[in-house]
């Protein structure tokens, strides 16, 4: 199989034996696709002063309305103190409720409001485009193949969120 720049990419038994270069060469491109793949949301948050860990807090409280300041930090893997800076950021600018646990009044329900889903919104729509064309560009059998590469870099017990998520999606 050839790549996009004419080198031949390993198929089959070959990717047993993937040389440090060209996994150097894969390491890289996750980099620079990262890059482009933030670049759009970027610009739209930095206008609004806001950076990827509100992004991200967005696009997992919006996937999961409801969820809980655990849950959200347990799959943003970052530190109690990162994630209340940026909620405490994103709850006084109007764009996420916090709401007390109906079960356990100990817990916060996090929610996107009207304002919080139109920037989600906006964000994931420049983000869904500049896939949707790399995926048409790859063709069916690249993007499945994409997505067990993905899946076996994650950790185990984020493919497990993962794969709940994306079952409760369906």
């Known amino acids: 199989m050839m790549a996009e720049s004419g080198s031949v990419i390993p198929s089959g038994e070959n990717l047993r034996y993937l040389t440090d270069e060209q996994l150097r060469k894969g390491i890289e491109a996750m980099f620079f696709a990262y890059r482009g793949f933030t670049s ?3 610009r739209i948050l930095s206008d609004q002063g806001y950076g990827r860990a509100h992004h991200r807090a967005m696009h997992f409280i919006n996937r999961s309305p409801g969820i809980t300041v655990n849950n959200l930090l347990h ?36 929610y996107l409001t009207e304002r919080g889903t139109a920037l989600e919104a906006d964000l994931s729509l420049v983000q869904r485009a500049r896939m949707r064309s790399a995926y048409k560009r790859a063709g069916p059998e690249a993007v499945a193949g994409f997505r067990t590469v993905l899946e076996a870099m994650m950790d185990p017990d984020m493919r497990v969120r993962y794969r709940a998520m994306r079952a409760k999606s369906r």
């Open 40 to 42: 759009d949301p970027d």
């Open 75 to 110: 799959t943003l893997g970052v530190t109690k103190q990162s994630l209340n800076r940026v909620l405490r950021t994103l709850i006084a600018d109007g764009l996420v409720e916090s709401r007390v646990g109906r079960h356990d009044r100990r817990e916060r329900n996090l």
